[in-house]
């Protein structure tokens, strides 16, 4: 007999969606915590400061290069609301000749009113709070596609997924547009099919420009734009199709105009003209010429779009396994993906792959099942066709789906309702377990594949397991040990005397070099070496710190500061 064990006579609505509140409690708790504990990453006082210049005086010219304005503002309103900061309007742009806008970053957080880390955990807060929207979409998708059980399971992996909790815990961009491309995408799907109304085609419209405001590779949401509209058509026909996307349309184009505040550009003390001579060997200059001329885009939207296909191209140092590249890899996500997500994730993705692929024909949510794989599989390869190779943060966007797809291991019938249960709940306890053991060190998590995140550094660096976070643990580790002063080699976009740590400046990329530094460094004392350094990436000779490479470290401070002593 096959027996399906997804039964609401088990697990009511009401007991799901209570379970569903604890985790998204669960989830408030464990982030807030993480982000009181971390010092900045590289990207997050650019962030915040170009947001926060957007939010309180319009100024959005600063940094458009890489970034439009949404994600940024999600950071800045915490410290916009709570606090009166002090800001210099005169700061030079991003690019501009003689820009102080990355050093004046620093100065804005640490050098302000209010003290750095009350401002940093203000900014985080935004992020977090987009993080609960992504657990509520979560939720509703699964619960339409898999019943309630599916829906709690997808929620608890979303919930206690390393990567989804390092980048909530975070004032970057990195969880946005993770959480507006799905949410963007849950729309579409519910647009394809009959439930699609007026109200969802403006519900999709707003997430969907709000991607597009957060960061570019929301642009990847064009062929599933167009997916849906097809999907409808041949349901629906082309009227009352028409009558659905075109408001969709007009509704993104306007909404993209109200988040700039229907400015074209908006000078303030220190405007300076955007570089646009910088793309004039482009290919798609002619039509960046065209927008501008007619202003049919706030031009630094554009200018951000214009930037991010000339970076996509030109690609930046990165490392992978042992080798280095200017232009990347193939298969760099494809292992940063199978290495840093947890087994069990694996696992039930994969169960659910196959079940879905073996029993489509006869499955009334096959074409749901498809709502969620295709956007992974496109994202997969987009992403890994790009040359930035700096972390498996720009492949993010892809978890939501596949916990949502987990879900769908709760409807498998099987001959053994009692082994596939039995597995099931193994799978998630061991995934409650490495939740449990990586914290507060997510965004350095590993799986079991290499052994333990120590050995990371081994396999990836960068963003993906040493962005400059962990300064709080090294001052922590000196008050433990007694330690004055340490010789010190740190990759992240900081000066460690903000967090108390007197050092003697190693080569590194980009910290402050200190008084006298330069010299000989005489092998004596205590060393402090982050991963990506100890790997060479961004220093002219990749072999700087191999001798220390060599050897066993006295420490491993959050996974990413190695620790020796002579």
């Not at 298969?331 to 694996?346: D, N, S």
């Not at 956007?375 to 720009?394: K, T």
């Not at 963003?463 to 007694?482: C, H, I, T, Y």
């Not at 010299?519 to 350094?533: K, P, Q, R």
Request: glycine residues 8%; aromatic residues 16%.
């Amino acid at each position: 007999m096959r027996v399906n064990f997804d039964s609401t006579a088990e697990v009511t609505l009401k007991k799901s969606l209570l379970g569903a509140l604890v985790l998204l409690l669960l989830f408030v708790v464990i982030t807030l915590s993480i982000s009181r504990v971390k010092s900045n990453t590289w990207d997050e006082s650019a962030h915040l400061m170009a947001g926060y210049a957007y939010v309180e005086e319009g100024m959005d010219y600063l940094s458009p290069l890489n970034h439009p304005v949404t994600g940024r503002a999600i950071s800045a309103l915490g410290p916009s609301l709570l606090y009166d900061l002090d800001f210099d309007k005169s700061v030079k742009p991003e690019g501009a000749p003689g820009s102080d806008f990355f050093q004046y970053s620093l100065k804005f957080l640490f050098e302000n009113s209010v003290p750095g880390t009350k401002i940093l955990t203000s900014a985080r807060a935004g992020t977090i709070i987009v993080g609960c929207l992504l657990l509520v979409f979560v939720y509703l998708w699964s619960y339409r596609l898999w019943g309630v059980t599916g829906a709690l399971v997808s929620v608890l992996f979303t919930a206690l997924s390393p990567n989804i909790l390092a980048h909530s815990a975070l004032a970057t961009t990195d969880l946005p547009i993770t959480a507006f491309f799905f949410i963007s995408t849950y729309f579409l799907w519910r647009l394809s099919g009959e439930e699609g109304t007026l109200l969802t085609s403006l519900l999709a419209a707003l997430f969907i420009a709000a991607a597009l405001t957060t960061k570019h590779s929301a642009l990847f949401l064009m062929p599933i734009f167009v997916a849906a509209f097809i999907v409808r058509l041949r349901a629906s026909g082309l009227k009352q199709t028409l009558g659905l996307f075109i408001p969709v349309l007009v509704l993104v184009y306007f909404f993209i105009w109200t988040f700039y505040a229907f400015r074209f550009h908006s000078p303030g003390a220190g405007y300076m003209p955007l570089d646009w001579a910088r793309f004039d060997t482009s290919a798609f200059a002619p039509l960046y010429d065209f927008i501008r001329a007619f202003k049919l885009l706030p031009e630094s939207y554009l200018y951000g779009v214009a930037g991010v296909v000339s970076g996509a191209s030109t690609g930046r140092a990165a490392f992978l396994m042992g080798e280095y590249s200017g232009t990347g890899w193939w298969q760099y996500f494809t292992v940063a993906f199978l290495l840093k997500t947890p087994i069990p994730t694996l696992f039930l993705f994969a169960a659910s792959v196959i079940y879905y692929l073996k029993s489509m024909k006869r499955s009334a949510s096959g074409l749901g099942a498809l709502w969620l794989l295709l956007p992974v599989l496109m994202l997969f390869v987009l992403v890994s066709a790009q040359n930035v190779n700096i972390g498996l943060r720009h492949l993010l966007p892809i978890y939501p789906f596949i916990f949502v797809m987990i879900g769908s291991v709760t409807t498998i019938k099987t001959e053994s309702v009692r082994l596939a249960k039995r597995v099931l709940v193994i799978a998630i306890a061991w995934y409650v377990v490495v939740a449990g053991a990586t914290y507060p060190h997510q965004l350095a998590y590993f799986n079991e594949f290499i052994g333990n995140p120590d050995n990371g550094y081994k396999y990836l660096v960068d963003s993906n397991l040493d962005w400059g976070q962990d300064l709080p643990a090294l001052k922590e580790f000196m008050v433990e040990r007694d330690i004055k002063r340490i010789k010190l080699a740190y990759f992240g976009f900081s000066d460690p005397k903000q967090y108390g740590i007197e050092y003697d400046y190693l080569p590194s990329y980009y910290m402050p070099m200190t008084e006298g530094a330069g010299g000989d460094i005489e092998l004596e004392g205590w060393f402090a070496i982050s991963a990506t350094m100890l790997q060479g990436v961004y220093l002219p000779n990749r072999d700087m710190y191999r001798f220390f490479r060599e050897r066993e470290p006295e420490a491993v401070l959050g996974h990413s500061i190695f620790i020796y002593k002579f």
